[in-house]
């Protein structure tokens, strides 16, 4: 018979305003906003700037009108990845099986570590949030529940939590459903809330009283496997196995509005710099590069590239992603942001080399392997490429 499962879902509060402090402690307990650059908008805010009144979303400049008493700090998504793999590296040390999920969250298999750490289901949850605070001055919230689409809403209400924990046991499954909007459910949008509401289905005890057959019919596989994760039935394991990104995005707005080529080629050198080291960090190789430009009235232009073979280093993207701009720019036009996107990821381990390999290809695995070493130890761009005009 197999164990009854809990899983826990560790939720970063706030994180990049939480990395923010934890770079520059005098932050803490003030209206903090992360901004996407000099001129971007409001990507992340802490609890104080929340209740100031600031928007997800809104631009620097309207925020700063509306609230002048907040703060507001550009973005740094390399460090943001450095804490995050540090709050990650205590999750995993804590249980077997870990699965990322975002940038500032993970699943964690709970089952079976009752009697290895001698505690129940909320003294594990209150010792893990202790210790990540402590490894890594980052607060979370942590959910636990009988499977991800519950422990996923436990999450959700830790936040309003003194403790910033919430458990739903079996027997507390059927009240929390009976409470809780269609709406708040993870993986539930727009259109399927309309389609639900249609139906007469407006919260969870709702929902799982429909019949398998009705729901297979209405929404599919999907709204099967929705219900039974509301019954509690763990239907979507907790796995160890990394699921690999989509895309690699990095761009950021310009100091000032230019139409330099020479300054562009710079700004793209050094994304295509970050992209390559978080390519390299997932052990992948991309084989679609794409480059992107927005200009000072917004307008944006992409243009994208297959490339014969995957790759991962800076100096051959570079050569692709420069041919691109070559073909894009327009010396009359002023420019506000310049960025790369890295897509069609394959794994390293699947990467296919021919029997007579240039031995280039090797020289420059190893060459990128060594840039990785250096800033490991010395830190983020201590090395930087350039590019020939």
Known sequence: MEKERYIALIDCDCFFVSCERKLNPTLKGLPVSVVSGSNGCVISRSKEAKAMGVRMG???FMAKKEHPNGIYVPVHHDYYAEVSSAVMAVLKDFSPTVQVYSVDEAFVDLTGLCKLYKKNYRELAIYLKERILYETDIPVSIGVSKSKTLAKLASDKAKFEK??????????IPSEL????????????????????????????????????WLDKAVGIRGLEMKHELLGECVSQVTNDVKLPKSIQYTKALCEFSSD?????????????????????IDCKASTVVLFVRTKDFAVYTMKKKLDTPVDFEL??????????DKL?????LYRSVGVILEDFTQNSKVQLGLFTDENVLKRDKLAK????????????????????
């Open 261 to 281: 080529k020479n300054f562009l080629k710079d700004n793209l050198n050094r994304h295509i710099h970050s992209a390559c080291t978080k390519l390299r960090s």
């Open 329 to 333: 720019y327009n010396p009359n036009i």
């Open 370 to 389: 060594a840039i990785d070493n250096i800033e490991s130890k010395f830190g983020k761009n201590t090395i930087r490429t350039g590019f020939q005009n």
């Open 316 to 325: 051959e993207i570079s050569k692709e992603i420069m041919k691109l701009l």
């Open 58 to 60: 809104e631009p620097m």
């Open 178 to 213: 009976q409470k809780t909007p269609i709406e708040d459910v993870w993986g539930i949008g727009r259109n399927l809330t309309k389609l639900f509401h249609k139906s007469g289905i407006l919260n969870c005890a709702e929902l799982v009283k429909k019949s398998d057959s």
């Open 163 to 172: 403790s910033g924990i919430y458990i739903i046991g079996r027997r507390k």
